[in-house]
């Protein structure tokens, strides 16, 4: 539960100012209702720094003396909900249809490149990972590139720990006994896994020509906060990391109306899949 221990309403000036600051920094969208949303993600940010309030906050955040609060501020407020194996349906049409593509595809090179774009803790890229490694793919060379904004959660997904609520949510206990090792009161996974992937943090809302090409990109539940432009360079960004005929996969909210002349929409059972033109 996120905590409300404010003691001053946002003042609108102020409110502007942070919805700008986010804007800015890291293309997040927040719409002008979202004083919950700001008052509970920064309460404990206003009383680390020993501040009154969020309108003291943003009296610092004016100064601009702080690079590091600036950061922790925009940190907070993105959400870096995720989970193992989330939205199956996906990592099943993969196995089904994706992979045994792939593998006639390149069974001379036998060579994969995937990319997890907003890969927050990483465990979209590790369940990746381990689909890879449940599906025969065990002698090929394959590399997940994950990616995300925030340094804290580039750090997190590195260490391939997670707590037990963490391993509880979406990843099948065969593959926690398969891939994890304990570690304390958590769970690390294998060096096997860990080395298939790569972290890096990268700004979606930069130029990403150079980190392709890939087989197949994920970027889930990260383009709902962004505003039409950002999303429109963004697609026409990924679509140029992409093998033609590579994949790109959305978030179960999102759709890419604007995406027709780069990609073809496939649906695979209720799947739908962007692939590359
Ligand atoms: C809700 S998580 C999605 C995680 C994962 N893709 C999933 O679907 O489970 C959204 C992630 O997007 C990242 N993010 C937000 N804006 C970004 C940007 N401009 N560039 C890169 N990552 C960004 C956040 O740091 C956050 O970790």
């Not at 501020?73 to 909900?81: D, G, H, Q, S």
């Not at 099943?92 to 994969?112: F, G, H, M, S, W």
């Not at 958590?186 to 990403?208: G, H, N, Y």
């Amino acid at each position: 539960m996120e905590s409300r221990t404010l003691n001053a309403e946002i003042l609108p000036e102020n409110y502007r100012f942070l919805q700008e600051h986010v804007h800015s920094q890291v293309g997040i969208v927040l719409e002008d209702n979202k004083h919950y949303l700001f008052e509970s993600r920064l309460a404990p940010i206003v009383k680390q720094h020993g501040l009154r309030s969020i309108n003291d906050l943003c009296v610092v955040l004016r100064a601009k003396r702080d690079i590091d609060l600036d950061h922790q501020v925009v940190e907070a407020m993105t959400t870096n909900e995720t989970y193992f194996f989330r939205d199956p349906a996906q990592y099943e049409a993969i196995r089904t249809v994706l992979l045994p593509r792939l593998k006639e595809e390149k069974r001379d090179t036998r060579n994969l490149r995937f990319w997890s774009a907003a890969s927050s803790t990483g465990q979209e890229a590790y369940s990746l990972a381990m689909l890879l490694l449940e599906n025969g793919l065990q002698e090929w060379t394959m590399q997940i590139f994950g990616t995300d904004f925030s340094d804290k959660m580039v750090e997190r997904a590195r260490s391939g720990i997670y707590q037990q609520i963490e391993v509880n949510r979406g990843l099948p206990a065969a593959m926690l006994v398969k891939y994890f090792r304990r570690c304390g009161l958590d769970w690390q996974l294998s060096d096997a896994v860990r080395r298939m992937v790569r972290f890096e943090t990268i700004d979606l809302r930069k130029s990403m020509r150079t980190l392709g090409p890939f087989d197949l990109v994920f970027c889930r539940n990260v383009m709902i906060y962004f505003d039409n432009d950002t999303k429109r360079n963004i697609m026409k960004e990924i679509h140029s990391t992409l093998f033609r005929g590579g994949w790109l996969l959305l978030g179960g909210a999102e759709t890419a109306t604007s995406l027709e002349e780069r990609f073809e929409r496939l649906a695979v059972g209720n799947v739908t899949v962007y692939v590359a033109r």
